[in-house]
């Protein structure tokens, strides 16, 4: 399967999450999840941050204020 790149905007505080989607196999194993790698790539501006995230499709990523809210 193809990673996935989600770029976000991030201001001082704002989270992100990473974590497991729920939709991969319960029988997955920790070194099967993490066989492709998580690439975070941070870009500073005077009050923002530009954070690009590539997962692989056994992750979902959220900002956190969406997964609280």
């Known amino acids: 399967m193809e990673a996935v790149m989600l770029i976000l905007e991030r201001k001082d505080d704002e989270t ?6 729920p939709n991969i196999a319960p029988d997955m194993t920790v070194a099967e999840l993490f066989s492709q ?3 975070i790539k941070a ?3 005077e009050s923002k941050v530009k954070v690009s995230i590539d ?3 056994a992750f979902t990523v959220v900002r956190d204020e969406l997964e609280t809210a």
């Open 43 to 45: 870009h500073c501006d």
């Open 37 to 39: 790698p998580i690439k």
């Open 55 to 57: 997962v692989p499709p």
């Open 16 to 21: 992100v999450l990473i974590y497991p989607s």
